[in-house]
């Protein structure tokens, strides 16, 4: 995507991040997102003013329950009130009807310590997934669109000649 409106992210990449010390919860289908967290290089202060950051993407609608802030058309933070709440709900929807797949992207400034260095309990070393659940702020919402693999017409040809009925289910 970053790509796509011409900035260079690998360069951005280098620029702002280390290559080590990245903590990254991975694509979960339960939490239907993944995280990853930074730490800035040059000490880049965030709005916590610590240099690390939580940066999160994945389902629209699990991204959105988790933000309570979003970044308006001018790049500025606003709160998300009910009103707000609801119309990125309804861009969702629109998102859906045209059969592309929503995505939402969100950040939040961690501040020093904050699930300790490496979001672990301390107990049971198990990664801490707490921090993602609230006060993100949301940076956009997106629509992808899921591209058919070449085999997939072919395999549903032959389950509809084979008699498998397909229903279409949604929900969690």
């Known amino acids: 995507m970053m790509q796509q409106i011409g900035h260079d992210y690998v360069g951005m990449r280098e620029q702002l991040l280390p290559k ?33 950051r939580m940066h999160t993407k994945g389902a629209a609608e ?35 009807v045209q059969a592309l797949r929503a995505i939402a992207f969100a950040y939040k400034d961690l501040t020093d310590g904050q699930n300790g260095k490496d979001h672990k309990d301390l107990e049971t070393g198990q990664k801490v997934y707490e921090v ?23 395999a549903v040809k032959k389950c509809k000649n084979a008699g498998v009925r397909v229903r279409m289910v949604t929900g969690d």
Do not use: W
């Not at 080590?20 to 990853?36: E, H």
């Not at 959105?64 to 500025?76: A, K, P, Q, V």
């Not at 609230?134 to 017409?153: H, M, S, Y």
């Open 20 to 52: 080590k010390d990245l903590i990254r919860f991975p694509f979960d289908s339960t939490r239907k997102r993944m995280t990853t967290m930074v730490e800035y290089k040059d000490n880049i202060p965030t709005e916590t003013g610590y240099f690390r």
């Open 62 to 96: 699990k991204i959105l329950e988790t933000c309570s802030h979003y970044l308006d058309s001018n790049g500025e933070k606003q709160p998300i009130d009910d009103v707000t709440q609801k119309k990125l709900l309804a861009e969702i929807d629109k998102l859906a």
């Open 132 to 154: 993602e659940k609230f006060d993100n702020t949301l940076i956009c919402i997106a629509g992808i669109k899921d591209i058919i693999r070449p085999e997939v017409p072919t």
